[in-house]
């Protein structure tokens, strides 16, 4: 990876490996450890990242302290261009959910690639058209299934997304992310998710530890949740 242009292997980036390349000459190296603020809410939309390695999760705080995880972002994937394509305050704060390394680039120079290069930006339309769908189908799923299907849901679409494979299985999956993340992006208690978990554990699908989830095998879990 000497060039920051190739992703681990899985990782899906909505971009063609031209447009990385151009993404990747726009910007500059950087790394943040594990925790460390990528980007800060309410902060300017000077930069967008393109992550190379590792994971982060974007968090938005409400004013009574409750903090609710609207998305976690991997390798392939950008994060703080809305910001940079409104010009808003920065809606979220970015931290590094383990050792991250990344492209930065600034807004300048990220809104100009765009103007200059319409594949690109189709690209990244197509991007926040997913994440929308996503946004949709989880708001749907809040008003029609029960929290432990909803956790189970997002459990899956987070692993096969973002899960590391395994030596022994390669339907296994790691992830990590903690249950109170995992709570979060549900729209659930903390103790709902350790009920649903504890199901799935009983089941056989799942294991955890602190900060880490282990899907035995997806196929599995996606036919439990189906099923």
Not at 88 to 113: C, D, K, N, W, Y
Not at 198 to 205: H, I, M, N, T, W
Not at 206 to 220: F, N, Y
């Amino acid at each position: 990876m000497a060039d920051g242009t190739v992703f681990p292997p899985g990782a899906q980036s909505p971009f063609a490996a031209d447009e990385v390349v151009l993404l990747c000459r726009a910007g500059r190296p950087k790394d943040w450890a594990s925790g460390e603020v990528l980007l800060l809410e309410g902060g300017i939309p000077d930069s967008v990242v393109l992550i190379h390695e590792g994971l982060v999760k974007a968090t938005s705080h409400a004013a009574s302290g409750y903090v609710s995880l609207l998305a976690i972002r991997g390798p392939g994937q950008l994060v703080g261009e809305l910001a940079c394509l409104d010009r808003m305050p920065r809606s979220a704060t970015v931290t590094a959910l383990q050792p991250v390394h990344g492209t930065i680039i600034t807004a300048a120079r990220f809104t100009e690639l765009l103007r200059q290069n319409g594949a690109l930006a189709l690209s990244l339309i197509r991007s926040i058209t997913g994440r929308l769908r996503d946004a949709d189908r989880l708001r749907a799923d809040h008003g029609a299934l029960p929290a432990s299907a909803r956790v189970a849901r997002v459990l899956l679409d987070t692993v096969l997304r973002h899960g590391t494979s395994t030596r022994d299985d390669p339907y296994a999956r790691v992830l990590d992310v903690s249950q109170a993340d995992l709570a979060s992006a549900s729209g659930t208690s903390r103790e709902s998710a350790v009920r649903a978990l504890r199901v799935l554990q009983g089941d056989g699908l799942v294991s955890t530890s602190r900060g880490r989830i282990v899907v035995h095998d997806v196929r599995t879990l996606s036919r439990w949740i189906n099923g």
